[in-house]
């Protein structure tokens, strides 16, 4: 197993140089357990900064726990044991106490919006308020800049103090989205945010995710072969635990070298 996860490793500083991208992630023989059950395998990996690496693979093969596993939100999960480490900006983040600027840094997306019962402006503000930001001007320039970098600034824009939970499913997750970014993160992570929107407002949030890249490192978890296809430059597939394949995206989608992939792509499990 570690084997595969040194080739997985190789492969990717191959590409990290032609690319000359800085590593934003990097994971190294990351195992993780739930009480007895083990959940990841000896994964190892570098996320590219400024790219959407997209996370793939049947449903229970470990892509959510990863995912977690990148901003500590395992923590909050009784009996979860960790080993290997991984590092953002090259600082192990398991050894880094300050679990909230962690999650400052490392912000994420949910699959169902998960908005609070308060007006849109609000659900924006939270965080910056809970940074102790209480300067109105300042306030109303982050819920803006954020609202308009979630691309729905327009369609808000004269509502703001009305509840969000009078918004659309499409709406919500990108108030969500606006959320996240109200932090100023450098990397925000996504699982499933389009599973629960229809075709169109699926389409925003992908084209979201597409402009969003210049500013952000971004990984999502998906389950639509089309969706990772779009908006992902690298993706990962995972089974059972391990990551079987890990490249360009166009390599994975058109020529993958494990037979598991092509299989999981072209819909022959999962
Ligand atoms: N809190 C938990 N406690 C114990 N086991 C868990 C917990 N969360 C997940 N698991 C187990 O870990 C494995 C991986 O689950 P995970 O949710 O990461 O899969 P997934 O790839 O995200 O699946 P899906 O596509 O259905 O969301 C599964 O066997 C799951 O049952
Ligand atoms: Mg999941």
Redesign the pocket.
């Known amino acids: 197993m570690s084997s595969n996860g040194i080739k997985i490793k190789m492969n990717n500083s191959l590409l990290k140089d032609q690319q000359n991208k800085k590593v934003k992630i990097s994971v190294n023989d990351l195992n993780l357990f739930?009480g007895e059950?083990q959940?990841l395998y000896s994964i190892s990996l570098d996320i590219l900064e400024n790219e959407v690496t997209a996370l793939i693979?049947p449903?229970?093969?470990?892509?959510?726990?990863f995912l977690r596993t990148l901003n500590r939100m395992n923590d909050l999960?009784d009996g979860v044991k960790i080993s290997g480490n991984i590092t953002v900006d090259n600082e192990d983040i398991y050894k880094t106490t300050d679990v909230i600027k962690l999650r400052t840094k490392v912000g994420m997306v949910f699959q169902k919006a998960n908005l609070f019962p308060m007006s849109i402006y609000d659900n924006v503000a939270y965080g910056p308020r809970m940074q102790g930001i209480k300067n109105k001007k300042e306030l109303n320039e982050i819920v803006e800049s954020s609202l308009r970098g979630a691309a729905i600034w327009d369609e808000v824009k004269d509502r703001l103090k009305t509840s969000a939970l009078g918004l659309s499913g499409g709406q919500q997750q990108r108030i969500c989205i606006a959320r996240a970014i109200a932090m100023k993160p450098d990397i925000i992570l996504m699982d499933e945010p389009t599973s629960a929107l229809d075709p169109i407002s699926t389409l925003k949030v992908e084209e979201l995710i597409e402009n969003m890249k210049k500013d952000y490192t971004i990984v999502i978890?998906t389950?639509n072969m089309q969706q990772a296809a779009r908006v992902s430059d690298k993706t990962a597939f995972?089974l059972n635990g391990e990551v079987i394949e890990y490249d360009e995206t166009s390599k994975i989608f058109s020529m993958p070298t494990d037979q598991r992939t092509e299989d999981y792509i072209t819909g022959r499990f999962g």
Request: aromatic residues 14%; proline residues 0%.
């Open positions: 739930y059950k959940a693979g449903s229970g093969c470990g892509k959510s726990t999960i978890v389950h995972f």
